[in-house]
């Protein structure tokens, strides 16, 4: 199913790391991991990828161990993706990716997509890697979040946009 890999030839952790989250679309499947979309259409919805790009992602993730997918329904045959522990400890790295983002890519009129509050001490956690309130360091079950009304309404819009495109509300594909 996967071709061999350079990063084999390296003792480099950031090379054989890109091998396995080092695309546009591995990253944003995981963002949505993160977000709580489990299922196939709601993942492709919010990345705007294609369901080969989905698929092809999700089947990746998991023959290396990111990702665990499961049948939540059997006719017909439906599946759902959760984070492995091995999943999971990208977070960090999502955290990181955000909080350049916000610092280097978005004006401040535009806002924080999404606002966390760092549950451990009820206040607002910042961007990280460490509570801005406590010091903390954030762990992603000691946070909760708002998005912003402009980011919400962005992705309610890509997510009817998905399903006019798809004819109402589809059934979600087969094995992907």
């Known amino acids: 199913m996967s071709s061999p890999r350079k990063s084999a030839e390296t003792l480099c952790p950031v090379a054989r790391a890109e091998d396995l989250v080092g695309d546009r679309w591995t990253v944003l499947v995981l963002r949505e991991l993160f977000m709580g979309n489990r299922r196939f259409d709601e993942i492709q919805a919010q ?10 992602r999700l089947k ?4 290396d161990g990111l990702v665990l997918r499961t049948r939540y329904n059997e006719r017909p045959v439906r599946y759902e993706y959760q984070l492995t522990a091995k999943g999971e400890a ?4 999502i955290l990181a990716l955000r909080a ?3 610092q280097w890519c978005k004006t401040a009129e535009e806002g924080i997509a999404v606002r966390l509050t760092h549950k451990t001490c009820g206040k607002p956690a910042g961007l990280g890697p460490v509570c ?3 010091g903390e360091v954030l762990r ?4 909760s979040g708002e998005q912003n009304p402009a980011y919400a309404e962005e992705r309610n819009e890509r997510r009817e946009a998905f399903r006019t495109t798809r004819g109402g509300a589809a059934p979600e594909r087969k094995g992907g």
């Open 47 to 56: 990345t705007g990828g294609t369901p080969q790009m989905v698929a092809t």
């Open 60 to 63: 990746q993730m998991e023959a």
């Open 90 to 93: 990208f977070y960090p790295v």
């Open 100 to 102: 350049w983002g916000e």
């Open 132 to 134: 801005d309130s406590c």
């Open 140 to 143: 992603r079950e000691d946070l």
